[in-house]
């Protein structure tokens, strides 16, 4: 299970709180868009057929539900995980999300790289282990989402995408590392959001691999949380703690009790 999280929303007129949420949903959501977002900028006109996955945990489960809204082309998922018993597991639970998909586990993760367009990375590394990727196919996209799975080495060789660039330099990340091993950060080409405005092409021009490395931005969980917040005041969801705010200094007795 992901790690759980409290997110507060404080009003921007009051600067009152105006709802506590369980975040560690938000957060998985707010990750998996931003994957899906990359991948459907990043592959162009080619068409999602194959999508492969390295980590079976609920990252890139979301990430599975939001690419069959925003690339519902996908016929395949390969899926390769440590353990086959998580694997296993995960293969059942993306079957509910989908009826038509084909799922099929892998023991190597050579065999996603090979047969898969766009191959998204959410496991637990706390340092590179895949050192090569040249077996991945001509334009291939790589959605760098635990940020520590690939070396120094292929970030510098990649051209690369962030949301961030100072978030994603940083706290031994691939791209942090590759910045220390080159002394400057111009292997880093644009932003996802540069390209999302049309300041930047969606890809460069020298046939490079894609490698999308997102940190993560807490502003964008704010968002999610004030959309939840929203769709839950119109929906009448969730309960309303009418005692949660103290009364005025002014209408409390020396006490501290309301007058």
């Given at each position: 299970e992901r790690a759980?999280?409290?997110?507060?929303?404080?009003?921007?007129?009051?600067?009152?709180?105006?709802?506590?949420?369980?975040?560690?949903?938000?957060?998985?959501?707010?990750t998996a868009a931003s994957a899906a977002i990359g991948a459907e900028q990043l592959k162009g006109s080619?068409?999602?057929?194959?999508?492969?996955?390295?980590?079976?945990?609920?990252?890139?489960f979301e990430i599975v539900r939001f690419l069959l809204t925003t690339c519902p082309e996908i016929e395949t998922v390969l899926v390769c995980d440590l353990s086959q018993e998580r694997a296993?597991?995960?293969?059942?639970?993306?079957?509910?999300l989908s009826d038509?998909?084909?799922?099929?586990?892998?023991?190597?993760?050579?065999?996603?790289?090979k047969k898969s367009s766009v191959i998204s990375f959410a496991t637990t590394a706390t340092k590179p282990h895949i050192s090569d990727l040249s077996q991945c196919q001509p334009n291939a996209v790589i959605l760098h989402i635990s940020l520590r799975d690939l070396s120094p080495e292929i970030i510098l060789a990649a051209d690369n995408i962030v949301d961030d660039i100072d978030h994603a330099s940083r706290a031994q990340t691939s791209v942090h590392l590759a910045e220390l091993a080159s002394g400057n950060r111009d292997f880093i080409r644009t932003t996802i959001g540069d390209i999302l405005n049309g300041d930047a092409p969606a890809r460069s021009n020298d046939n490079k691999l894609s490698i999308y490395s997102p940190f993560g931005l807490g502003v964008l969980d704010l968002a999610l949380g004030q959309l939840a917040y929203k769709l839950a005041i119109e929906q009448q969801m969730g309960e309303t703690i009418e005692s949660f705010l103290p009364a005025s200094w002014l209408e409390r007795d020396e006490s501290g009790v309301p007058a």
């Open positions: 759980s999280a409290t997110l507060i929303l404080n009003s921007t007129q009051t600067g009152h709180t105006k709802a506590i949420m369980e975040s560690s949903i938000i957060s998985a959501k707010r080619q068409k999602l057929t194959t999508l492969g996955l390295i980590g079976t945990g609920l990252i890139n296993e597991q995960f293969k059942r639970k993306c079957q509910q038509r998909l084909s799922i099929e586990i892998v023991a190597e993760s050579s065999t996603v790289l």
